[in-house]
């Protein structure tokens, strides 16, 4: 029979977000166990950036600091993988990788989203370095360079035109975006970004920093940093396990503070907003907690 420890919350996902609601409910003396897999969603980063008074931290740093705030105040943490989601008489009981069990009243999902990577060779070792998703995390730190962007949907014409903020040099990759409208074309010249046409193959450089974008033609195009939008997926297994209604967009729906479609889940951070980024996700979170607290407080008041 596997051990079971019961607590008021569990939560899944040990990132900034997870590690935010951790916090506030640990210090409002709530039993809280944080269940987390591996690392956040920004780890192959050399730094994160935008955090205000922590600017330019290594990702994992911010990470281990806010867990040894979160165990200060009893907190939990429990390295491994929920797996599986049963609800039972007095909230839900959640199943680990390894077997292990926990139960809580009330369970705030945390788990951030996957990146599925553009299908390029050397995209893994460029992720975080010389590839990247976001200007606002890594445009300054590439400031004046060589850019590009790699055309995938209609939004990588509006990553272009952002990106010139950044820098005057930026081209722009048609890869698998097909049929560039005249009207993108015209707006992409009136900000001077060149339309490189052809599919990207290969990216030169790798986790020093990027070098070059090769082409299926063969040819290749300097560029110091090239910014796409991956897709990016909430874990299935778990949308499998609660039920939660998901939005158009594939994140999980929840209401102002929090609450997902389901009785006793919540949901912070990234999991519910693709464009959340540390600092927002960690607020989201800390609001969901206190919501959650004063749940909890009507339901030790209804059932004393
Ligand atoms: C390359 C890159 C660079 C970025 N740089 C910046 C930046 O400089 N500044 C910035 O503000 N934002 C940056 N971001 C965005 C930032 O990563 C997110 O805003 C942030 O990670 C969201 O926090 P989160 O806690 O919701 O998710 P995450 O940080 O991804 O945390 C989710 C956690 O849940 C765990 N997990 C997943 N599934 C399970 C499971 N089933 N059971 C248990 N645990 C699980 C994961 O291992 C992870 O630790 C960057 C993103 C990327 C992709």
């Keep these: 029979m596997p051990t079971i420890s019961s607590h008021d919350v569990v939560i899944l996902g040990g990132?900034?977000?997870?590690?935010?609601a951790a916090l506030v409910l640990g210090r409002a003396r709530r039993g809280v166990a944080v269940v987390n897999a591996r690392g956040p969603r920004n780890a192959a980063a050399e730094a994160a950036h935008g955090f205000l008074t922590r600017d330019?931290?290594?990702?994992?740093?911010?990470?281990?600091?806010?867990?040894?705030?979160?165990?200060?105040?009893?907190?939990?943490?429990?390295?491994?993988?929920?797996?599986?989601?049963?609800?039972?008489?007095?909230?839900?009981?959640?199943?680990?990788?390894?077997?292990?069990m926990l139960e809580a009243r009330h369970v705030?999902?945390?788990?951030?989203?996957?990146?599925?990577?553009?299908?390029?060779?050397?995209?893994?070792?460029?992720?975080?370095?010389?590839?990247?998703?976001?200007?606002?995390?890594?445009?300054?730190?590439?400031?004046?360079?060589?850019?590009?962007?790699?055309?995938?949907?209609?939004?990588?014409?509006?990553?272009?035109?952002?990106?010139?903020?950044?820098?005057?040099h930026v081209a722009f990759f048609t890869h698998t975006l097909e049929g560039l409208a005249e009207e993108d074309r015209l707006q992409l010249k009136e900000r001077g970004v060149p339309v490189i046409e052809g599919k990207v193959k290969a990216l030169a450089g790798g986790a020093q920093g990027l070098v070059s974008v090769e082409l299926d033609s063969g040819a290749a195009v300097a560029c110091d940093g090239l910014f796409c939008e991956p897709e990016a997926r909430v874990d299935a297994a778990l949308t499998g396990a609660f039920g939660w209604?998901?939005?158009?967009?594939?994140?999980?729906a929840v209401d102002g503070v929090g609450r997902t479609s389901v009785a006793g889940v919540w949901a912070v951070g990234n999991v519910t907003d693709p464009a959340a980024q540390l600092m927002s996700a960690a607020g989201d979170a800390y609001r969901t907690a206190v919501a959650l607290n004063a749940v909890l407080v009507e339901e030790d008041t209804a059932q004393p």
């Design 56 to 100: 330019g931290a290594p990702p994992l740093e911010l990470v281990a600091m806010a867990r040894r705030e979160a165990a200060t105040y009893g907190v939990q943490l429990v390295d491994g993988a929920g797996v599986a989601a049963v609800r039972t008489d007095t909230g839900w009981r959640i199943e680990l990788e390894c077997g292990r």
């Design 108 to 168: 705030i999902a945390a788990t951030g989203l996957q990146d599925v990577l553009p299908d390029l060779e050397g995209a893994d070792e460029a992720w975080g370095r010389g590839l990247f998703q976001c200007p606002y995390c890594h445009g300054w730190e590439v400031r004046d360079r060589r850019l590009g962007v790699l055309g995938t949907t209609e939004s990588s014409v509006h990553q272009a035109l952002l990106l010139r903020q950044w820098s005057p």
């Design 15 to 20: 990132g900034l977000a997870g590690l935010s």
């Design 245 to 252: 209604t998901l939005r158009a967009d594939g994140c999980v």
